[in-house]
């Protein structure tokens, strides 16, 4: 059966004029991460968000749904993490977050990690699990983390790259190897205090900051800050063509999501096999012949 991963969609709450639905919001994903993951044989679904008044008349939760049509998750990048939604104050008084795609996404992260279904996280996506198991972030790199080089250039976006060493005996270090490697840069935050179960998987050598993250306890609950998404080097705006081939992540979490379906149609089929079959209908014994009367 072919895999269905499921993406976190990307809000937009005020559209620019052009887009054809003025004051609506629309929700979109970036179409090389659903390229990334579709190139790999399965099929990737955006996740709609929908507002919860919206769905109340449902007989069955709507995000338990989802959850059981779908093999995993995949949460994009974008805006920063509120700094409210891990219990902090914003380091400065307007910043470019969205705490109704914070609920949202916390929401899908609950029902996956509640079926204990892969997860991935890119960028914001690997802060947001961090945020989930309790843990905070550093709100900006550049004026929190002394010492820190360039993690974010808006004028090269992903042309803006780095090195990244994994840590001894960690999971990216058994799918490539420790490193260093190279990889693009498009985040000011990061994780700060790791959550509960969260052990850090990778830092940039030059300055110590954390580059991705696992959780411990679960198959695969991984986040990245890097967009592997765009390290492909067919596009026309090519990558640093050094930079980390993201096909074997890819497969590495696309490898659980297989191993976890198999396993549920397993015991689904052991259930049905176990119960019981319905008794044998006998068929009726034929009642006494009834002989017509004699006629003189």
Request: with cysteine.
């Amino acid at each position: 059966m072919t895999l269905r991963i499921g993406i976190s969609a990307r809000l937009l709450h005020r559209p620019p004029p052009g887009t054809g639905l003025p004051q609506k919001r629309l929700q979109y994903l970036e179409s090389n991460l659903a390229q990334w993951i579709m190139s790999h044989g399965v099929v990737a679904l955006m996740i709609p968000f929908i507002d919860k008044p919206l769905v109340s008349m449902r007989r069955r939760p709507l995000l338990d749904d989802l959850v059981e049509q779908l093999d995993g998750l995949v949460l994009q990048g974008g805006v920063d993490v509120c700094a409210e939604t891990y219990g902090a104050t914003p380091w400065m008084e307007h910043t470019d977050s969205d705490p109704i795609r914070d609920e949202y996404e916390l929401d899908l992260l609950r029902g996956f990690m509640g079926a204990r279904k892969p997860v991935l996280g890119v960028c914001r996506g690997c802060q947001l699990i961090n945020v989930y198991f309790g843990g905070t972030l550093v709100q900006d790199i550049p004026t929190q983390w002394p010492g820190a080089i360039a993690h974010q250039d808006l004028a090269l976006y992903d042309g803006l790259t780095h090195d990244v060493r994994f840590e001894s005996g960690s999971r990216l270090a058994r799918i490539y190897g420790q490193g260093p490697h190279r990889v693009n840069s498009i985040h000011h935050q990061c994780v700060n205090q790791p959550g509960t179960g969260i052990v850090i998987e990778a830092r940039s050598p030059a300055d110590g900051v954390p580059e991705a993250i696992r959780h411990s306890d679960y198959p695969f609950v991984m986040g990245v800050q890097w967009h592997p998404e765009f390290h492909t080097h067919g596009e026309t705006r090519a990558a640093d063509p050094d930079t980390l081939d993201s096909t074997p992540l890819m497969l590495a979490f696309l490898e659980a999501a297989r191993r976890r379906s198999s396993r549920v149609r397993r015991l689904t089929s052991g259930i049905s096999r176990l119960r019981p079959r319905p008794p044998d209908r006998q068929p009726k014994s034929p009642g006494p012949t009834r002989t017509d009367p004699q006629h003189g």
